[in-house]
């Protein structure tokens, strides 16, 4: 009656993922992080945000699809576990929540200095840090009781900071004074880089969507919009924010402030601007730090889930169900960050590089699973939004790229706490994870690429005079769509009874020979390379029979026996044919094999929509004895010059070919021109050992009509024939 | 001419609640359906799916006793961060014209009907209808005339309401009506109903005032000590 324990609510639209994902982004890091910036790489700062912006982008890109094909709690983490393993999944699910920690005193500690530095005589770093603790600890307060459906009051206030950063973009681009920007980038390339790693943390946040994936409406449309927009929106506004503060305020004075964003709202907006800007930086410190501890809850979680950490921390509050200890434990490990920076001068600067950098080793991971996932390609994993070609390959490997690039260029103290976290994660793994849950991730499979999907040729086979050369074209055909799956032949023999029942036996002779076809059958393709698989099967109508197994194989081409003969007893081929010609789904070929040689074969290009088909079965006939094949197009005169005529039929020659995906080397053309045409179809064609030619597509109920040029062919012609039709054109 | 249409009635539940409340209103309102909707409220720091591994299996033995005692056709566990989210979508779902919110009753033998206006009267009246014919209880419709405003037209919107349940089918004796004038209609409502068992109340689209002020609506559901049956305000 009530289901399996109970459904889960999706309560996050467009408008709460959007604000989750901007508010969370939209904090200290655009308020405090412009004067450290425009210190480390002058002006040029900009570009820094905009390279981040750009990084972010494309772990956004990433993360959409892998959200939209798992949309459930744990965001990057989960992904990473998922295909790289317990080993990977123990380090980017250690690294996030560190991250996220270090984010959210970061977020405190500027929140601390926006309170402390426009009152002057309350100046002093334990202030800040006394300050940022109590923020912290009313966070944790509000956190550990629980909150519920406080949205609205989110969206007003993410709602308010946008506004007053928006007014201050807005107002001070007419105060941009050009000669500050000069030099633009005084610290070169490597300052920009740098300072990449350190303004990454602002960009923390869009991610937050797919970490609450779980809770999200309409999940394949909502996440990869608000994920995509909210990084590409936040970016303009940060690259605007700092061309503003670096063309108001020479950047040298600005990196000497605690406080840029208010110090050049000071120059054009008063002390009115000042205020709004304290009051926006506050708001947003705070959003911002909740919106970690409200991520960090939620990789806990998954983490608990999958048993990379034990469950303890995932037991909820017995009156306020809220993830208390793991708030408890976050907000713990917080306070600890906040309090180092009494000791530690340049700790903003710090937490947020070591923030920057869990994320960027995290975002690289994520990319290597989405090639993993793509290529693994697991049954459960069918994500509604998926990057296009050639945006993947693209994202994930410049992704990666430049990933590394920005961590390579971060102050190696950085480094080495980063890299600590990592061989934390390794450590972990080692000595609790391992042993107590086997994930073991999809690399396996990656490597070894999806199951191939075949390229499957099916020959049913009667005649063991015929069996040998249809086999040969086959596995021709096959090998020659290699690039279309593996090849694979299926050999089918149909035994007709009148009605077939698990009771009667076939006659014993009827069997054997059925038995000893499809054994030939087997030796053959073993002579030939090429995997065969055999079909026996009784049934009262052969040609109904054979289209079962077509349909069945999910058959990619059938090349059938014919003895030559056109229009006999109201067939067009005969009883078993024409059923397959009229209705199989595939490409069909109908072969009189006259010749022991296949030889050089022609093509028959008329305009239409066998051409391309039986241009390109030329080619794959062609492979059986190494030759190339001829494209033949007979044109009449009409009125103009025979040179116009010549010209006509290569056009119509070069477009079948085209539309084949034939390259100009695969096969010669020749061109007839002749006011009997077809006539000269048939001197030419019985100069080629083998003649291609296309079946109308048009069926006439259950008829399958064939020009007189085809029909002369068919009785002229002293080669093998090959009358073929494509799969669209039934 | 019998009564509208199904009636089916929702009745929200805070499963996470050790002691669900009595809903010995739902025995005296007869033969209605009655969808019983747990919904186990997730606070904003906790994944929905954190709390079901935790609860999930307690939360549905409760609504499954609930829905076992009370003969709900229906019982539907949800975790959720958003109730009021929740309780739109089971509605929509599963068919519900009405939510059965607030307050306790033992029986339900008096209904009280507000009546605003023209507003959502169809779909009120049809409801009341089906009440009444599926139960015993009599009703109460009201109306209060703004001090201004011609007392006749609120006699004549009352008088076509009880001619319109006579139509479906309602004994004429169960019905009838009162009209106050002047005074603050949110008052009346709350103070007439502590006399009755169950306030049938018309859900409308808040007005702008409405969505910055606070709903009237849920300020008169929190005021009411008795239950209240929201007609949903939908096709």
Known sequence: MSGEGGELERTLGFVEAMTLGGGTMIGAGIFILPGIAAESAGPASSISYAIAGFVALLAALSLSELATGMPIAGGSYHYVNRALGGLFGAVVGWGMWTGLMFASAFYMIGFGQYLVEPIPFLDGRAFIVGLGLVGLVLLLGVNYYGTEESSAFQNVTIGTETAIILVFVAVGVFYIDPGNLEPFAPFGPRGVVATTGIVFISFLGFEIIATVAGEIKNPSRIIPLSMILSVVLVTILYVLVMLVSTGVVPFESLGDSPIPVSDVAVVYLGSAGVVAIVFAAIIAAISSSNSSILAASRVIYAMGRDGVVTDWFNASHPRFYTPHRAIAATGGITAILILVGLEVETIIALLAEAASFSFLVAYSLVHVSLVVFRRADPDDYDPSFALPRPLYPAVPVLGVVSSLVVVSQMASVVVVIGSAIVGFGVLWYATYTRGRVVSEGLLREAIRGPPAEPFRVVVPVANPATQRGLLRLAAASAHANEERGTPELVAVNVTPVEHPSALQNVEADRADHQRDLLKNAHDIATEMDVTLRTKAVVAPDVGEAILDVIREEAADEVILGWDGTLDRDGYVFGETVDPVVEQARCDVSVVDLRSETIGEPVALVAPGPNAPVVAHQAVEFATVDGTVPTLLNVQSPGGGPDSDAEERGRAVVADAAGAAGLEPGEYDVEVVVDDDVGQAVVEAARRYDTVCVGLSGRSEGARTPFGTVTERTVSDVTGNVALIRGSNAS | ?235
């Not at chain 2, 309401?161 to 106050?180: C, I, K, M, P, Q």
Request: proline share 4%; hydrophobic share 45%.
């Open chain 2, 1 to 235: 001419m019998k009564g509208v249409g199904e009636l089916t009635i929702l009745v929200p539940v805070d499963i996470s609640e050790a002691e669900p409340p009595a809903l010995d209103v739902l025995d005296g309102l007869g033969a209605v359906e009655v969808v019983i909707l747990g919904y186990f409220p997730v606070p904003d720091q906790a994944e929905p799916a954190l709390l079901r591994d935790q609860y999930g299996s307690t939360a549905a033995d409760r609504l499954d006793a609930l829905a076992a005692e009370y003969g709900a056709s229906d019982g539907v566990l949800v975790f959720t961060h958003d109730r009021e989210a929740t309780i739109d979508r089971i509605a929509d779902e599963y068919g519900c014209n009405a939510v059965l919110t607030g307050g306790r009753a033992t029986a339900a033998n008096r209904v009280l009907v507000p009546l605003r206006g023209d507003v959502n009267l169809d779909r009120i009246l049809g409801v009341v209808a089906d009440l009444l014919l599926a139960g015993h209880e009599t009703a109460t419709l009201f109306h209060s005339v703004a001090e201004d405003a011609d007392s006749s037209h609120g006699e004549l919107l009352l008088m076509g309401a009880v001619d319109r349940l006579v139509e479906y089918g309602v004994d004429r004796d169960r019905v009838d009506w009162r009209l106050t004038e002047g005074g603050d209609p949110q008052a009346d409502i709350v103070e007439l109903g502590a006399e009755y068992d169950i306030v049938v109340l018309g859900e409308t689209e808040p007005s702008l005032r409405e969505q910055i002020m606070g709903d009237v609506l849920s300020g008169i559901v929190d005021a009411l000590e008795v239950p209240a049956l929201v007609v949903r305000d939908v096709e």
